[in-house]
Structures are given as C-alpha cells and as structure tokens.
C-alpha cells in the first residue's frame, strides 16, 4: 500500500520498482483531497484502494489533528461548530462526501476494485455504518476494535437486507 500517491503515473513508478519479478499486489492509501478526485484514474492501475481516513481529515479540515485537539477543538464541539471530534467520527458531510465522490468514479473506472479503510475511524461504529452506505468492502483497525467492527459490519448488511426486503 502505497501512501501519499498524488498521481497514476507515481504509482505506476512505484508498481514498476516495487514489483519486478513478484506477484505483489499495489494499491494506493487514499489520504490526498488530489488523491480522491482523481480516484478513477488511480483504479485503473492500482489493485485495490485504501482510504486513509485520519490523514484524509487533516486534508480536509486543513489542519493537524494535534493542533486542533490541543487548541481548539474542545471548543468547536463546546458551542456547537462541529457535533463531533471528525478525528474520531467520521464527518460524512465534508470528508464522507469526498470519499463517496471517489468511490463512484474508482468504480466506474474498474467496477471490481477492491476499497477499504484504514485507521481510527475504521472500528468506530458511526463510521462503519456509512462506509457500508457507500459500499466500501472491507475494513482494517486495531485489533481491538475488531469485534465491534464486525458486530457493526453485520447489524448494517443485515439492516440493508431488510431494508431491500421492504421494499420487495
């Protein structure tokens, strides 16, 4: 997993130097706001997609999450500016969107594309909820985390089984 990777012709550089020879698989870690606008391109030459959510937010919010957390964050959720700590829950209207804008066109790039997420936000169960509405596959957190990440990832199929299942 490639990180940082701004451009298809980086991680074609890197694939080529990395996989002479090997079988290994390459993708890209989808932590740049460049990164997932160009999300379909960077799908049709990497092998799977990996969002990383922690530097992803800092992307977008465009600061640290330690500066924030030491000088101003508190106070964001204390008046109300923000509901949550986006570091810690996944802030599907600025952050969310961007991610799911990036699925759509890696999809419609390469529709089989293999698409997680990494980090924090990865074994937090608000988060988990909306990376199953935008259809990402897997998951990867601490290992703590796990057994409530599969607990969440399968209360949200069984809840879109049911959902699908009204609709018929």
């Known amino acids: 997993m490639i990180p940082q990777v701004i451009t298809s012709q980086e991680l074609i550089m890197i694939r080529k130097s990395c996989t002479e020879g ?8 989808m932590e740049t706001v460049r990164a997932c606008m160009r999300a ?3 799908a049709e030459v990497a092998d799977f997609l990996s969002f990383g959510t922690n530097d992803l937010t ?7 999450r330690e500066d924030a957390e030491k000088k101003f ?3 964001y959720l204390q008046i109300g500016i923000l509901e949550d700590n986006p570091f810690e829950i996944i802030d599907i209207k600025g952050v969310g969107r961007l991610m799911e804008t990036a699925i759509f066109w890696a999809r ?6 293999p698409i997680g997420v990494c980090g924090e936000h990865a074994g937090e169960p608000t988060s988990i909820r909306f990376f199953h509405a935008i259809n990402v596959d897997y998951v990867s957190c601490s ?3 796990v057994p409530i ?8 199929a069984i809840e879109q089984k049911d959902k699908a299942e009204d609709i018929l």
Do not use: E
């Not at 090997?22 to 870690?29: A, F, H, R």
């Not at 419609?108 to 594309?113: E, L, S, V, Y």
């Open 40 to 42: 379909g391109t960077l």
């Open 58 to 64: 800092q992307a977008v919010y465009s600061f640290s």
């Open 108 to 113: 419609r790039a390469r529709k089989d594309i």
């Open 143 to 145: 290992p703590f985390r």
């Open 22 to 29: 090997s079988n290994l698989k390459v993708g890209t870690m």
């Open 149 to 156: 990440a599969k607990l969440i990832a399968a209360q949200a």
């Open 73 to 75: 964050l508190s106070t």
